[in-house]
């Protein structure tokens, strides 16, 4: 999500060039974009750089949408061992897996990123988070106010 913030906050600071109105903003999203819209209206990284969101097939809180960190964990995991990477930099530093990844050929790397399925249909391995706060937290926090 963080790349979509830094959109967000340059389509804020330039639309006006464009004939927009920054009080105006209206995101739209289908599936995972629906999801996407949703969670920038939760998160307060993104939340005042749009008035509002339309969703079509996939809302925040879809169970495809969010993990917890330890989901997000065990399924790194499972992809970087797919790809050959895990084991061998099991004990090593974050910067030598990139380095072990960066390597691969695309094609192998999305070839192999769909590690697990739940529900009968594939999970996607990685999910959006801004600022270290990940759709779970922002889901859960938003059902509490």
């Known amino acids: 999500m963080m790349d979509q913030v830094v959109v967000l906050r340059w389509i804020r600071d330039h639309i006006a060039a464009f004939g927009g109105d920054r009080d105006r ?10 999801s996407s819209a949703g ?10 750089l749009f008035a509002r969101a339309i969703y079509q097939s996939g809302s925040p809180d879809s169970q ?14 499972k992809f970087f061992n797919a790809v050959g990477c895990g084991q061998r930099y099991a004990s090593q530093s974050g910067d030598q ?4 990844v960066r390597r691969l050929d695309a094609r192998f790397i999305l070839d192999n990123e769909w590690v ?13 988070c801004t600022s270290g706060r990940c759709p779970h937290n922002l889901v859960e926090s938003a059902t509490r106010h």
Do not use: K, N
């Open 25 to 34: 903003v209206t995101l739209f999203g289908e599936s995972s974009g629906a």
């Open 39 to 48: 969670l920038h209206q939760m998160s307060v990284d993104s939340r005042d």
């Open 64 to 77: 495809w949408s969010f993990m917890t960190r330890s989901q997000a964990h065990q399924r790194s995991t």
């Open 97 to 100: 897996l990139l380095t072990c």
């Open 116 to 128: 697990q399925s739940d529900f009968m249909v594939r999970v996607h391995t990685y999910i959006p």
